[in-house]
Structure formats: C-alpha cells, structure tokens
C-alpha cells in the first residue's frame, strides 16, 4: 500500500463525501469529492474516473453538466474507488443533483 493510499484511508475513516455523475454526453461516470479542495483557493475539488484517475473539479459546473450515477452505473467505480482506499459516504447524484 502507497503513501496516498494510507492516508486516503485515514481521511475516508473520518467519513469523506463520494458524489457518483454520468455525463450527460454519454461520457463515463465519474465521482467528485465536494470536501476535498484540490487547488490552493477551494475552487475546485477533487474528481476521480476510470480514464483520468484523479484530477481537480468545478463542483457545480460538473452537476450542471451531468446526472445522477444510479446505483448501477456507479458500482463498477465504486469497487475501483474502494481497491484503492476512496470510499466512505458514496451517494448517487449529491448534492444539486
């Protein structure tokens, strides 16, 4: 197990919001991450998808621009999220769904 993985898993222990999305272009799901920042001023959080793994994420620009992940869409990413230590509180859509 990595560094990044022990400490994912420490934070996830703590309860770190998992929001799943499809994009509505027909794209993948992806999962953002609303309590996690992932640039220095907050503006944007962290995101994970098959494809990209992590990046950095507008929150609200990314819900407007998809829909909620039903539970079957999103399990395939949150069996991936969880091999590598991400998952604690995965909701379907979030928050602005």
Same mark, same amino acid.
């Given at each position: 197990m990595t560094?990044?993985?022990q400490d994912n898993q420490q934070d996830n222990q703590q309860g770190i919001p998992v929001v799943l999305r499809v994009w509505r272009d027909g794209g993948g799901v992806f %999962?953002?991450?609303p309590t996690l920042p992932s640039d220095e001023y907050g503006r944007y959080c962290d995101a994970y998808a098959h494809v990209a793994q992590h990046s950095g994420a507008d929150y609200w620009g990314c819900v407007r621009a998809s829909r909620p992940a039903t539970a079957a869409?999103? %399990?395939p990413l949150v069996r991936e999220l969880e091999r590598i230590g991400q998952t604690k509180e995965t909701k379907c859509g979030g928050m602005g769904g």
């Open positions: 560094d990044n993985q %999962a953002l991450f869409e999103g %399990a």
